[in-house]
């Protein structure tokens, strides 16, 4: 994972949206569940597109808030395939956020989320493996 000093990833977020005030806790910072729920559907989103079908979240690894995110700003969520078991991926998201009238864009936190998919019996079904555009 990168330093809190370096740039954002140069792809596509997953997700980007912008902080509101229904986000917060008293004090105007965003409750962490809401930046941890943005980061679990970006993972998702990554994990059912490999999969081709539904997959669910089983354990979330490492994560630290290393800043906060406030009301206006702009929170970018990237979400990057990182494995593949016979079940399971692990996919490693980061925030960023950025304030709306600045460039500059500042690592939130990071995790890896673990998904395996499931069948429509909710039963563990098997994934494809990595392919060279995945990894």
Not at 7 to 32: C, H
Not at 83 to 90: A, F, L, P
Not at 98 to 122: K, L, N
């Amino acid at each position: 994972m990168r330093q809190p000093d370096e740039q954002p990833p140069v792809e596509s977020p997953a997700v980007r949206v912008i902080a509101m005030p229904a986000d917060t806790n008293p004090y105007g910072d965003i409750f962490g569940g809401w930046l941890m729920s943005l980061m679990d559907s970006a993972a998702g989103s990554v994990a059912a597109r490999h999969s081709h079908g539904r997959a669910v979240t089983i354990a979330v690894e490492g994560m630290t808030f290393l800043r906060p995110v406030v009301v206006g700003d702009e929170v970018s969520v990237f979400a990057t395939l990182k494995s593949v078991g016979r079940t399971s991926m692990k996919i490693a998201v980061e925030a960023w956020r950025r304030t709306r009238h600045d460039d500059r864009s500042y690592r939130v936190t990071q995790a890896i989320f673990t998904f395996v998919a499931v069948g429509e019996d909710r039963q563990p079904r098997t994934v494809p493996p990595m392919s060279s555009e995945t990894a």
